[in-house]
């Protein structure tokens, strides 16, 4: 059975850090491409990061790139997203995705339920 589970998530202060971790099941994960996404109240889902097992390449949206670092572990079968220098508006559940082609919702069919992230002072 495909399963995402996240997990990580919680209440920083601004300029804080979260690690957040997708352990992936059901899938060969070796080929496998996963996303992370956000969705804040009210807002769509939102594209944050990518990464590739297959070819190893990574993605960003242009808002995180320089403070996440997204990483796969092929023995744990784990995605890491490194979330650094965390602002208030990264406020959101964020939530990993398998099987897709980018950083784009719409391309992926497997989806885990998400972990709650809040920045605030």
């Known amino acids: 059975e495909a399963q995402l589970v996240e997990s990580g998530g919680g209440s920083v202060q601004p300029g804080g850090s979260l690690r957040l971790s997708c352990e992936v099941s059901?899938?060969?994960?070796?080929?496998?491409?996963v996303g992370w996404f956000r969705q804040a109240p009210g807002e769509g889902r939102q594209g944050v990061s990518f990464v590739s097992n297959g070819d190893g390449s990574t993605s960003y949206s242009d808002d995180v790139r320089g403070r996440f670092t997204v990483s796969s572990d092929k023995v744990k079968h784990t995605v890491y997203l490194q979330m650094n220098s965390l602002k208030p508006e990264d406020t959101a559940v964020y939530l990993c995705?398998?099987?897709?082609?980018?950083?784009?919702?719409?391309?992926?069919?497997?989806w885990g339920q998400g972990t709650q992230v809040t920045v605030s002072s």
């Open positions: 059901g899938f060969d994960f070796g080929d496998l491409a």
């Open positions: 995705a398998a099987g897709g082609l980018d950083t784009r919702p719409g391309t992926y069919d497997y």
